[in-house]
């Protein structure tokens, strides 16, 4: 997976995310079971720790003492600053790895048993053939009852070179062409939001909805991949025609207004963007 130099994890300890505070929420509803004494939580590109870091104020000391909080991310600076925050919680236990997600069955070895999985925010910063792996990657570590909360934007306020966000439509095919090989059943439909500055979508995937084992997805891995090749190189073409055409536009006609303006620099950033990826997806 390409590094994004432009990606930046905000810490801002004096608010809370929506995307956050939805997550949090179904995570206080799974600490409160009187039969949990120890929910492991895996926080996958956790950036510096902005979902932790009013945990104090969002669980009790009893809900915290039962959480075993796992970051990963690929920055060593994001990890260590969210590391301090998660030793001022009183945790259960708390443990940071870093490594590219694209690598991350290798460096994260402990076995399938995360009861609450998130990726908040950093869609954008993957391709869909990485995001969909990562995705599979996810459902293979949840435990039975575990679930998987993912959410980003649709659009950036700040473009990133390199970084592409997805529509809530183009995520729900994505997983529809994984869903259709594991469990036909079982469909993911993205929520959408939205937001003052943007529109953003979350997905929720429950383990127990999925009702294959571990080994029938893993024998279905290079199947699932081949069936996203071609559905991902649908989405990355037709995103670039659209946006040749948006740039033809500009280019012949001009941008009229401070939002065509802004709309041009966004198709450019957009087009090399999908370059990098159709290049490295040959
Ligand atoms: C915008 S931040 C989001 C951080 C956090 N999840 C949040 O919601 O606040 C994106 C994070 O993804 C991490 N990241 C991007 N690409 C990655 C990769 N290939 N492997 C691991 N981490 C990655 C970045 O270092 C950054 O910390």
Request: charged share 25%; net charge negative; glycine share 4%.
């Amino acid at each position: 997976m390409a590094l994004i130099a432009d990606s930046d994890a905000v810490l801002d300890g004096g608010r809370i995310l929506p995307q956050h505070q939805a997550a949090l929420t179904l995570l206080n509803a799974k600490l409160q079971d009187p039969d949990v004494v120890n929910l492991r939580w895996l926080d996958m590109a956790c950036g510096r720790g902005q979902i932790i870091a009013q945990l104090l104020e969002n669980l009790t000391p009893e809900n915290r003492r039962k959480l075993t909080y796992v970051g990963f991310d690929i920055h060593v600076d994001h990890t260590r600053v969210a590391e301090r925050l998660a030793s001022k919680l009183s945790l259960n236990d708390y443990s940071f790895y870093q490594g590219d997600l694209s690598r991350f069955s290798e460096i994260v070895n402990s076995p399938s048993d995360f009861d609450f999985i998130t990726f908040t925010n950093t869609a954008h910063e993957v391709s869909p053939a990485a995001f969909s792996r990562i995705m599979l990657e996810a459902i293979l570590r949840l435990s039975t009852s575990g679930e998987l909360f993912i959410y980003d934007m649709e659009s950036l306020t700040e473009p990133e070179l390199g970084a592409l966000p997805w529509t809530a439509n183009e995520i729900s095919v994505l997983f529809k062409t994984i869903f259709d090989i594991l469990e036909p059943r079982f469909c993911v439909h993205p929520s959408t939001w939205s937001h003052k500055n943007c529109k953003g979508w979350t997905a929720v995937i429950q383990r127990k909805y999925v009702k294959c084992s571990n080994d029938e997805i893993k024998s279905k891995l290079s199947q699932i991949e081949g069936a996203l090749d071609t559905v991902v190189d649908g989405i990355l073409r037709k995103r670039l025609d659209e946006c040749d055409k948006a740039l033809d536009a500009y280019c012949r006609f001009g941008a009229d207004t401070p939002n065509d303006e802004q709309e041009k620099l966004s198709s450019l950033y957009k087009f090399w963007a999908l370059h990098r990826m159709i290049g490295a997806s040959k």
